[in-house]
């Protein structure tokens, strides 16, 4: 049986039957239960029964997001709206196979036991080799990336970006505190719910802090990897505030990092040149500062997210009692907006965001 081919009918007969038939209906007539039990698969193995989904009560719907090596499906589990991410082992290349299941057990081990408002929500999963899927809340404004990719350079409202910063940092606090690094922190990997509350998402190359080993190997995303990460060496919790302080530039530009580089010149820019995103010059302060901090090329300079927590709360007081606040900023780099706009609107492109 070739990979997903089987899944790809099950999609296909669904989706047309989903035209046909009302939601009800539809899910009277078919489930996933049904081809998964006929492919002859079944859940071994300890903790599974702690996590394992119910077959029966899974219903998918439309592919709508594929990740590198996932596709990723609305689907209804028990009532509630989720996402499906279905990750397919590819028969023909072993290592992969081996290095995508380690992934799945990791990302559903860790996944299962979190639980906060500012990170994704597991619902359930289930291990069927070749096939793995992932069941998580399903997030209707998609990821930040998508939403940025929507708005205008530099228009994000300060306000705004001082929520949503702190939304990801809350996240982030909740994981360094039990002692797990997300290691690919970056705008596709935090969805927004109806309320643009942020989620933290994606923890398949995540670790606990006393087993990450070496990063040989890697396959996080250079535009937004610490230094030290791309250079392969002994890494902590510290390469995810790299990587926050990069996505508040984002926040503030709404634009990819190093867009005018391949993923490769970015990497080398920065560990080679110590170069980082060109922070626009209305850039407020407050906001500047700290960036600054958690783009640090010395880790021990950055700091730790109770602090950035702390920091990003002082603002929201600051910003409640004077509404000037985030107005006050310095002129940054030699860079200055009147020089940055018509070449970014013009210029402005959405790259790949490989590694
Ligand atoms: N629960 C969800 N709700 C809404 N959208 C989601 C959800 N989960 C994933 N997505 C969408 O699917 C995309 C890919 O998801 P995810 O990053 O988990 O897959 P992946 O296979 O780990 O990707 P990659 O390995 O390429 O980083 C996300 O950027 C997002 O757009």
């Known amino acids: 049986m070739k990979n997903f081919q089987w899944l ?10 989903e035209r046909r038939l009302s939601l009800g209906e539809y899910r009277r007539a078919i489930s996933w239960s049904k081809y998964l039990i006929s492919s002859g698969a079944e859940i071994k193995g300890g903790g599974e029964e702690e996590w394992s989904a119910d077959m029966s009560q899974l219903f998918i719907g439309n592919k709508f997001a594929s990740g590198r090596h996932s596709r990723i499906y609305r689907g209804v589990y028990k009532r509630r709206d989720v996402a499906i991410k279905l990750i397919s082992q590819p028969q023909e290349d072993g290592d992969l196979a081996a290095f995508l299941e380690k992934q799945f057990t990791s990302e559903v081990a860790l996944l299962f036991r979190l639980r906060h ?20 809340e399903y997030y209707p404004g998609g990821s930040l990336r998508k939403y940025l990719h929507q708005q205008g350079p530099y228009s994000l409202p300060h306000d705004l970006v001082l929520r949503l910063s702190l939304d990801i940092a809350h996240g982030m606090q909740y994981l360094h505190a039990r002692g797990i690094l997300h290691r690919d922190l970056k705008s596709e990997n935090l969805l927004l719910d109806e309320d643009m509350c942020v989620k933290v998402a994606d923890f398949g190359i995540s670790c606990l802090e006393t087993q990450c ?4 190997g890697f396959t996080g995303t250079y535009r937004w990897m610490a230094p030290e990460m791309i250079k392969e060496k002994h890494h902590t919790k510290k390469v995810d505030v790299y990587s926050f302080g990069i996505v ?30 060109p922070l626009p010059s209305t850039c407020p302060t407050a ?26 709360e002082s603002y929201t007081e600051s910003l409640a ?34 590694t």
Not at 118 to 136: D, E, L, Q, W
Request: aromatic share 8%; charged share 20%; glycine share 4%.
């Open 117 to 136: 408002p500012n990170i994704i929500s597991f619902i359930a999963a289930c291990k069927k080799p070749p096939v793995f899927c992932i069941i998580t």
């Open 287 to 312: 906001f500047s500062r700290l960036i600054r901090l958690c783009w640090s090329g010395n880790p021990d300079k950055r700091p730790h997210f109770d602090e950035i927590v702390s920091t990003l």
């Open 248 to 277: 508040m530039w984002e926040l503030l530009t709404a634009l990819v990092p190093f867009d005018d580089m391949t993923p490769e010149q970015a990497a080398f820019a920065v560990c080679q040149k110590n170069a980082r995103p």
């Open 321 to 354: 009692r004077d509404p000037e606040f985030l107005t006050s900023h310095e002129p940054s780099e030699g860079y200055t907006l009147a020089r940055c706009i018509p070449k970014c609107i013009a210029t402005r492109r959405y790259p790949s965001l490989g």
């Open 8 to 17: 790809k009918q099950i999609a296909s007969t669904q989706t047309k039957l």
């Open 213 to 216: 080993g070496s990063a040989k």
